[in-house]
């Protein structure tokens, strides 16, 4: 049966499907068709899987005309019909793993998707989830899933396996073509099978584990790491802004340093769906065996805080010049959750907008790249322009997300005063009306 799967891979004969086709899996997809594998991408939204078919690309990591291409070639297909999952050899699962209203793990998407999945796939098939989620998921969820639904037994009759994603949305370097990939599947077998398959599309190194429970604790350990260094610089950026000391300047001196130190910077929060999310799936798994994260939890207290901070930081900036915070008028700049993207996934300029309308400020925002985004039901949509004359209405701009496209010179020779959380001015001359986080 192992055999029978690996010269598949080999002589490019394995059908792929792929669950989801957002940010994980769209560009997974793309990169399998074009390594030569028939690549059926499955979506509930049928606005996906019409755009797919008709070759057109809602990505940014991916490149429009290879889409259009693959999909003109038959290499690609998408469709909302989970019974053509009995088609596929490889199954990929990269569906959301959102937190709920108590910030407990939704693993909903994960468990409906294996549910449809169970009904529809044959033996001899082997299923990998993608999706990032809490340690223990691949087995004690997914695999009593596929089990009971289908009446095969993993191992015997299937294979599974968990290879966390890892997506940099707009990271001009490594993409998911180049990016390293590591797999622990339930099994050698299934950890062998699975690795061939992603050997056999990326250009990358693939780092067999030797279960899935380390490889999801891996992609928790990658994602943790970032939260709790991000929030020891915005915890010192909130004690150096006391000590009137420029934290901007304190890391750029410390990474100076060759060893032993890696500079991360402050900023009005996190965004994105793994870095804000990712430990809270760590802490709530943890609970299960009476382990507190304590300083995972902190640091996720830190930066969960920063969006309110900004505030705090935005009405002292404005008393400073006898303007209340109630009444002012405030422009935001930038939504997405980092720079050149159009993603604004848990971005804390969300929530730094809709803490300014809790203090009864007027707020617009502007953002080249997301030109409107909905929130709790409700759609809110950017300015088309700022020039001189729309900067010099406003009471502050706040600089929450650093694109590149934005001419701050402009900005900076027209506006009232800034509040920079992201240190894009730091380069600007004349700062009198600059203030930094």
Same mark, same amino acid.
């Given at each position: 049966?192992?055999?029978?799967?690996?010269?598949?891979?080999?002589?490019?004969?394995? %059908?792929?499907?792929?669950?989801?086709?957002?940010?994980?899996?769209?560009?997974?997809?793309?990169?399998?068709?074009?390594?030569?594998?028939?690549?059926?991408?499955?979506?509930?939204? +049928?606005?996906?899987?019409?755009?797919?078919?008709?070759?057109?690309?809602? =990505?940014?990591?991916?490149?429009?005309?290879?889409?259009?291409?693959?999909?003109?070639?038959?290499?690609?297909?998408?469709?909302?019909?989970?019974?053509? %999952?009995?088609?596929?050899?490889?199954?990929?699962?990269?569906?959301?793993?959102?937190?709920?209203?108590?910030?407990?793990?939704?693993?909903?998407?994960?468990?409906?998707?294996?549910?449809?999945?169970? $009904?529809?796939?044959?033996?001899?098939?082997?299923?990998?989830?993608?999706?990032?989620?809490?340690?223990?998921?691949?087995?004690?969820?997914?695999?009593?899933?596929?089990?009971?639904?289908?009446?095969?037994?993993?191992?015997?009759?299937?294979?599974?396996?968990?290879?966390?994603?890892?997506?940099? +949305?707009?990271?001009?370097?490594?993409?998911?073509?180049?990016?390293?990939?590591?797999?622990?599947?339930?099994?050698?077998?299934?950890?062998?099978?699975?690795?061939?398959?992603?050997?056999?599309?990326?250009?990358?190194?693939? $780092?067999?584990?030797?279960?899935?429970?380390?490889?999801?604790?891996?992609? %928790?350990?990658?994602?943790?790491?970032?939260?709790?260094?991000?929030?020891?610089?915005?915890?010192?950026?909130?004690?150096?802004?006391?000590?009137?000391?420029?934290?901007?300047?304190?890391?750029?001196?410390?990474?100076?340093?060759?060893?032993?130190?890696?500079?991360?910077?402050?900023?009005?929060?996190?965004?994105?769906?793994? =870095?804000?999310?990712?430990?809270?799936?760590?802490?709530?798994?943890? $609970?299960?065996?009476?382990?507190?994260?304590?300083?995972?939890?902190?640091?996720?207290?830190?930066?969960?805080?920063? +969006?309110?901070?900004?505030?705090?930081?935005?009405?002292?900036?404005?008393?400073?010049?006898?303007? +209340?915070?109630?009444?002012?008028?405030?422009?935001?700049?930038?939504?997405?959750?980092?720079?050149?993207?159009?993603?604004? $996934?848990?971005?804390?300029? =969300?929530?730094?907008?809709?803490?300014?309308?809790?203090?009864?400020?007027?707020?617009?925002?502007?953002?080249?790249?997301?030109?409107?985004?909905?929130?709790?039901?409700?759609?809110?949509?950017?300015?088309?322009?700022?020039?001189?004359?729309?900067?010099?209405?406003?009471?502050?701009?706040?600089?929450?997300?650093?694109?590149?496209?934005?001419?701050?010179?402009?900005?900076?020779?027209?506006?009232?005063?800034?509040?920079?959380?992201?240190?894009?001015?730091?380069?600007?001359?004349?700062?009198?009306?600059?203030?930094?986080?």
């Amino acid at each position: 049966m192992k055999e029978e799967l690996l010269n598949k891979i080999h002589k490019k004969e394995l %059908i792929v499907g792929v669950v989801g086709l957002g940010y994980v899996g769209l560009p997974l997809a793309v990169e399998k068709a074009k390594a030569g594998f028939k690549t059926i991408g499955f979506d509930i939204q +049928p606005e996906k899987v019409d755009m797919v078919n008709k070759g057109q690309n809602y =990505i940014g990591d991916v490149v429009g005309s290879d889409l259009k291409k693959l999909v003109e070639n038959g290499m690609f297909r998408a469709t909302n019909n989970f019974d053509f %999952i009995k088609e596929a050899d490889f199954v990929a699962i990269c569906v959301p793993t959102p937190l709920d209203k108590h910030q407990q793990p939704d693993i909903s998407y994960i468990k409906s998707s294996a549910q449809a999945i169970a $009904r529809h796939f044959k033996r001899n098939t082997i299923i990998v989830l993608e999706s990032t989620t809490y340690p223990g998921t691949t087995t004690e969820l997914i695999m009593p899933i596929l089990e009971n639904g289908s009446g095969l037994k993993c191992g015997e009759d299937f294979y599974l396996a968990f290879s966390p994603e890892r997506v940099d +949305p707009g990271n001009l370097i490594y993409k998911t073509k180049n990016t390293p990939k590591v797999v622990g599947g339930v099994g050698k077998d299934a950890t062998e099978i699975a690795a061939a398959m992603y050997r056999a599309v990326l250009d990358s190194d693939i $780092r067999e584990v030797s279960s899935p429970e380390v490889a999801e604790m891996e992609k %928790i350990l990658e994602n943790t790491y970032r939260n709790v260094n991000i929030a020891l610089v915005n915890e010192l950026a909130m004690l150096c802004e006391k000590m009137d000391i420029d934290v901007w300047e304190v890391i750029d001196a410390a990474k100076t340093k060759p060893y032993g130190f890696q500079a991360f910077y402050p900023g009005p929060g996190l965004g994105g769906h793994c =870095i804000p999310l990712d430990p809270y799936y760590l802490s709530w798994k943890a $609970r299960e065996f009476g382990f507190h994260t304590s300083m995972i939890e902190n640091s996720m207290m830190i930066n969960d805080k920063m +969006p309110e901070y900004c505030v705090e930081r935005a009405s002292k900036i404005l008393n400073n010049f006898k303007k +209340p915070l109630n009444g002012s008028c405030i422009l935001v700049l930038g939504v997405a959750y980092k720079a050149d993207i159009d993603d604004y $996934r848990e971005s804390p300029a =969300i929530s730094v907008i809709k803490e300014l309308k809790k203090h009864k400020a007027y707020v617009e925002y502007y953002d080249p790249w997301v030109k409107s985004y909905r929130d709790e039901g409700t759609m809110y949509y950017s300015l088309d322009k700022i020039d001189g004359w729309i900067v010099s209405k406003y009471d502050l701009i706040i600089i929450t997300t650093a694109h590149s496209n934005v001419d701050y010179e402009m900005v900076q020779k027209n506006a009232k005063i800034i509040f920079d959380t992201k240190n894009v001015m730091k380069d600007i001359i004349n700062r009198e009306n600059i203030e930094v986080l």
